[in-house]
Every structure is written in structure tokens, then in C-alpha cells.
């Protein structure tokens, strides 16, 4: 369960012109509720606050909800900065967007669900206590306003403990005493824009596949860096984990892939964007970046390939094409995902 809280809401409203300050705050809810949807299902608006879940078999990568938010609170800042930059009206709403910021709560637990007002909603002890944890210490502990705060659960279920968490203790009336971890998302962000980006143009490249698949670039994101999912449909690979600086997914974590013996070392990771990796095998390297961009309610990658051996472009060309073609048999693999995809669609549909 995810809870997307809008912090500094209520003196916002309370010190603005409430038609621009309403018009603002709703357009920040559609982007949280865009940011979370592809993977999570909204249960509802509730004033400041976006309350979403998602059933734990549907995550088979923790990882990836970390990813979701980070991504989602990254739409919100480059979004309050436009407002902010692009304001021209004098009101105080429309001059005060910037004191706004978001945090998140995060939880793991057992619900039911129940027709409320036309849709389903979550409903149980685990609900009640995700909704607790919005009042908690972090802010008056670490001075943080924008923030992800895991309780233990959720950590453990979702298997990724990222370094330098800040740890708290938070006491109820009615219920057991919360173990939570938390982050925090401005400094993330001040990372996320400052870290290095390398990635390939289709200019630069040896070697370029485009393939449309049948999902949310988060989803069609998942099966491509999942190595579970990944080991599914890329022809007889086997790959595993095995470097994870900080703690998660990022520049510098390795994959390997046992039947190859092929290594991947992650050099730009935008989740839901683009990735780009270096792949060695002894003394053979290639760049390659897989760019997604939302087409309809579909995805459009485009997968680059570049050779880093040291021969005239027109031979790397060939050798990247046969590669391509011949060993990694992308056309077939990229088939196999969608056809996953499609299927795994068909039965979210059935389920639902």
C-alpha cells in the first residue's frame, strides 16, 4: 500500500485564492495518480493524499516500487518548477506553489476489499495502520519535508534495503509499535539530475532495433531489468544479481549471465526511461541503451547497440548486426516479451 501525501497542503489552501490553489493541487493529484498507475491500482483521492495499492504476487521486483516512486516524485518536482517558473499571475497560490512538496508511505499487509462509492477499496488493520504512519517523527527528527518512509514489512517484503536509512519508532493508540525506514527525496533528486548520463542515439549506434510492446513503459521496464522475468524470454540466458552498490539497482551493479558468461555493468539507469549498459565477455565490450517512450497505451523501445572494438565503423556494423541477429536473437526475444505481456494482460483482466 502506497500513500502519496502532498506536504505544506493545508497552509497552501488556507493562505491562497482557493479556485488557482484548487486547480493547482489537482493537477499535482493527476500527475501522482499518472506517476503510480501503471503498476498500482488507485483506491482513492483522499484531499491531499493519493491512497493506491497493489496485490504482493504482482511485484515480483521490490525494487520496482522504490523506482515508481522516485520516478513519480521526480514528475512532481520538474512539474512545481514549471508552475513556479512559469507563473505570471501575482496570487498567492500561483507565487507559493514552490512551499509544496510530497512524501510517501509505504506498507505491507493483509486487506480485503470492499465496494465503496462505486469503486473497491482496501479496507483492514494493515489500511488503518499505513494511514497512522502519515503522522509520524521524520520531519521533526531529520528536518526532511520530502521523504519515502518504509514500515519494516514493506522493506522485507519487497527485498531492497537502500543504504543510509533513517530509522524511527512510531507508537499508536491501538495498535503495536511501527518499525519504519526512510529517505530522503530531495537529496535523490539533486543525484538522480547530477549523476552521469551515457547513452546512445540511434546516430551513434552500430546497431538499432525499435519493438512496440503491449504495456506501460513501468511494466515493459519491469520485464526488461527483472532478471527473473528478463530469463523468461531472452533465448536460453540465465541471469542473476551480482553487485548492487547501495544497496539496489543503479550505475555500477552487475548482472551476469551464467550460460554466456557475459557481464553487464549498469552505466545510466532513468527508470521507465532509458538504461544504458556496458556487456563484456574477456575482452569483447558493448554499449547498449534501451530507450522507452509511451506510445498509446504501449511502449516503444528502441534498443542501440555499439561495438568498443577498435575497427573501421562499417566491420563493427557487421559483427553487431550478427550478434544481434544470429547469437542474442533479439527480434525472437523482443517477440517472446510481448506475447508474456499480452498474456499476463489477459489474465489481469480475467482476475479483475
Same mark, same amino acid.
Given at each position: 500500500?502506497?500513500?502519496?501525501?502532498?506536504?505544506?497542503?493545508?497552509?497552501?489552501?488556507?493562505?491562497?485564492?482557493?479556485?488557482?490553489?484548487?486547480?493547482?493541487?489537482?493537477?499535482?493529484?493527476?500527475?501522482? =495518480? !499518472?506517476?503510480?498507475?501503471?503498476?498500482?491500482?488507485?483506491?482513492?483521492?483522499?484531499?491531499?493524499?493519493?491512497?493506491?495499492?497493489?496485490?504482493?504476487?504482482?511485484?515480483?521486483?521490490?525494487?520496482? @516500487?522504490?523506482? @515508481?516512486?522516485?520516478?513519480?516524485?521526480?514528475?512532481?518536482?520538474?512539474?512545481?518548477?514549471?508552475?513556479?517558473?512559469?507563473?505570471?499571475?501575482?496570487?498567492?497560490?500561483?507565487?507559493?506553489?514552490?512551499?509544496?512538496?510530497?512524501?510517501?508511505?509505504?506498507?505491507?499487509?493483509?486487506?480485503?476489499?470492499?465496494?465503496?462509492?462505486?469503486?473497491?477499496?482496501?479496507?483492514?488493520?494493515?489500511?488503518?495502520?499505513?494511514?497512522?504512519?502519515?503522522?509520524?517523527? =521524520?520531519?521533526?527528527?531529520?528536518? #526532511?519535508?520530502?521523504?519515502?518512509?518504509?514500515?519494516?514489512?514493506?522493506?522485507?517484503?519487497?527485498?531492497?534495503?537502500?543504504?543510509?536509512?533513517?530509522?524511527?519508532?512510531?507508537?499508536?493508540?491501538?495498535?503495536?509499535?511501527?518499525?519504519?525506514?526512510?529517505?530522503?527525496?530531495?537529496?535523490?533528486?539533486?543525484?538522480?539530475?547530477?549523476?552521469?548520463?551515457?547513452?546512445?542515439?540511434?546516430?551513434?549506434?552500430?546497431?538499432?532495433?525499435?519493438?512496440?510492446?503491449?504495456?506501460?513503459?513501468? =511494466?515493459?521496464?519491469? #520485464?526488461?531489468?527483472?532478471?527473473?522475468?528478463?530469463?523468461? #524470454?531472452?533465448?536460453?540466458?540465465?541471469?542473476?544479481?551480482?553487485?548492487?552498490?547501495?544497496?539496489?539497482?543503479?550505475?555500477?551493479?552487475?548482472?551476469?549471465?551464467?550460460?554466456?558468461?557475459?557481464?553487464?555493468?549498469?552505466?545510466?539507469?532513468?527508470?521507465?526511461?532509458?538504461?544504458?549498459?556496458?556487456?563484456?565477455?574477456?575482452?569483447?565490450?558493448?554499449? =547498449?541503451?534501451?530507450?522507452?517512450?509511451?506510445?498509446? !497505451?504501449?511502449?516503444? @523501445?528502441?534498443?542501440?547497440?555499439?561495438?568498443?572494438?577498435?575497427?573501421?565503423?562499417?566491420?563493427?556494423?557487421?559483427?553487431?548486426?550478427?550478434?544481434?541477429?544470429?547469437?542474442?536473437?533479439?527480434?525472437?526475444?523482443?517477440?517472446?516479451?510481448?506475447?508474456?505481456?499480452?498474456?499476463?494482460?489477459?489474465?489481469?483482466?480475467?482476475?479483475?
Amino acid at each position: 500500500m502506497v500513500l502519496a501525501d502532498i506536504s505544506g497542503f493545508t497552509a497552501f489552501m488556507e493562505t491562497s485564492e482557493i479556485d488557482h490553489s484548487a486547480t493547482i493541487t489537482q493537477n499535482l493529484l493527476q500527475l501522482i =495518480i !499518472k506517476g503510480l498507475t501503471p503498476v498500482m491500482t488507485v483506491a482513492e483521492v483522499e484531499g491531499d493524499a493519493v491512497f493506491a495499492y497493489v496485490p504482493a504476487e504482482k511485484v515480483t521486483r521490490g525494487e520496482l @516500487l522504490l523506482e @515508481l516512486i522516485e520516478t513519480t516524485y521526480t514528475a512532481f518536482r520538474d512539474q512545481r518548477h514549471t508552475m513556479a517558473h512559469n507563473a505570471t499571475c501575482p496570487c498567492a497560490a500561483c507565487q507559493g506553489v514552490s512551499r509544496l512538496d510530497l512524501k510517501f508511505i509505504i506498507h505491507y499487509g493483509p486487506y480485503v476489499l470492499q465496494k465503496m462509492t462505486g469503486r473497491f477499496k482496501p479496507v483492514g488493520s494493515s489500511v488503518i495502520a499505513a494511514h497512522r504512519l502519515l503522522k509520524n517523527r =521524520i520531519q521533526e527528527t531529520t528536518g #526532511w519535508r520530502a521523504y519515502a518512509l518504509f514500515s519494516e514489512l514493506s522493506l522485507e517484503k519487497m527485498g531492497v534495503r537502500p543504504e543510509n536509512l533513517h530509522v524511527t519508532l512510531e507508537s499508536y493508540p491501538d495498535l503495536e509499535t511501527i518499525r519504519a525506514s526512510g529517505f530522503n527525496l530531495d537529496k535523490r533528486y539533486q543525484q538522480l539530475i547530477n549523476d552521469r548520463i551515457v547513452i546512445l542515439s540511434t546516430a551513434e549506434a552500430d546497431y538499432s532495433i525499435p519493438f512496440t510492446f503491449p504495456a506501460e513503459p513501468p =511494466i515493459v521496464w519491469d #520485464w526488461l531489468t527483472d532478471p527473473i522475468k528478463r530469463n523468461n #524470454w531472452s533465448n536460453g540466458a540465465a541471469w542473476s544479481a551480482i553487485k548492487r552498490p547501495h544497496g539496489r539497482t543503479g550505475p555500477a551493479a552487475q548482472n551476469h549471465c551464467s550460460s554466456s558468461g557475459a557481464v553487464e555493468e549498469i552505466l545510466d539507469w532513468r527508470p521507465f526511461n532509458y538504461y544504458t549498459v556496458n556487456l563484456s565477455k574477456w575482452r569483447f565490450n558493448m554499449l =547498449i541503451t534501451s530507450a522507452l517512450e509511451p506510445v498509446g !497505451k504501449g511502449t516503444r @523501445l528502441q534498443f542501440h547497440m555499439k561495438s568498443r572494438l577498435r575497427l573501421p565503423r562499417r566491420m563493427r556494423r557487421c559483427i553487431t548486426r550478427y550478434i544481434a541477429d544470429r547469437i542474442m536473437r533479439l527480434e525472437e526475444a523482443f517477440g517472446n516479451m510481448a506475447g508474456m505481456l499480452a498474456d499476463n494482460h489477459e489474465t489481469t483482466v480475467e482476475k479483475v
